[in-house]
């Protein structure tokens, strides 16, 4: 299962998902597009949230073993949970008592675990978590999946512009790139400014705010050039067209 499918597939979900990765922009999505789906009258009595640094099994257990009120599905969100090496022997009590449980947990219960780990470290617990559940990565978006984002974001503020813009927007984050500094959360934050600060049909000269990816673009490409990475300069040339 990956990001689209998992998001789709929210108003059903129930067992164990997991959700890890580099992308805590679309973790945090997903977070909040499953807390949405509890809403309503009852939705405090069927959330249960913990913290998997400070939960104590023993109650996270209880929890998943609590029959939802009136709902035929409750939830229990377990967030901060580290995937890396050093976390499973940091969170192993947490670990080994919920590994134990996984395969019979109520039909009633969806257990999801939340993480920003961007590498998944496949011990005892995540190879239970394989078997009896889904795990998802937030993987780093590719290039038209960031365009995609761009013109949502621009068409959920009404906002018109020209393809030309639209590519010089793209170019205007350091994102798409490996090593790329940018995230989802800077992307979001800039397109936000550069939505407050245009008008109605963005212009090319209203992307000021946004920066200019175009010095570090030239810099990176010259390091990678210096360094013999063909494939990683190509890709730098292309941003800088």
């Not at 590719?142 to 813009?165: H, Y």
């Not at 245009?198 to 030239?218: F, M």
Request: net charge negative; hydrophobic share 40%; charged share 35%.
């Amino acid at each position: 299962m990956d990001y689209r499918e998992l998001v789709t597939s929210i108003d059903t979900l129930r067992g164990v998902v997991a959700v890890y990765g580099r992308e805590a922009y679309l973790t945090n999505h997903i977070k909040t597009k499953i807390l949405e789906r509890f809403e309503g009258d009852f939705g405090d009595l069927n959330v249960h949230r913990f913290d998997a640094r400070t939960a104590k099994p023993e109650d996270v257990l209880a929890a998943c073993d609590t029959l939802p009120f009136v709902e035929d599905t409750k939830l229990v969100l377990v967030e901060e949970v580290d995937f890396t090496k050093s976390g499973a022997s940091a969170m192993k009590v947490l670990f080994e008592a919920l590994a134990e449980r996984l395969a019979s947990l109520p039909e009633s219960t969806l257990l999801v675990l939340l993480s920003t780990s961007e590498k998944l470290f496949r011990g005892k617990f995540v190879r239970e978590l394989e078997k009896t559940g889904e795990i998802v990565e937030m993987k780093k978006l590719q290039g038209r999946e960031l365009r995609a984002f761009i013109r949502t974001k621009l068409a959920r503020a009404k906002k018109k512009t020209t393809p030309q813009v639209l590519g010089a927007i793209e170019r205007a984050f350091d994102y798409l790139p490996k090593d790329g500094e940018d995230t989802l959360f800077d992307i979001d934050e800039k397109l936000g400014r550069l939505i407050r600060e245009s008008g109605e049909i963005i212009e090319e000269s209203d992307l000021a705010v946004l920066g200019a990816i175009e010095k570090r673009t030239i810099f990176r490409f010259l390091d990678e050039i210096t360094a013999g990475k063909t494939p990683e300069s190509l890709r730098s040339l292309d941003l800088l067209r």
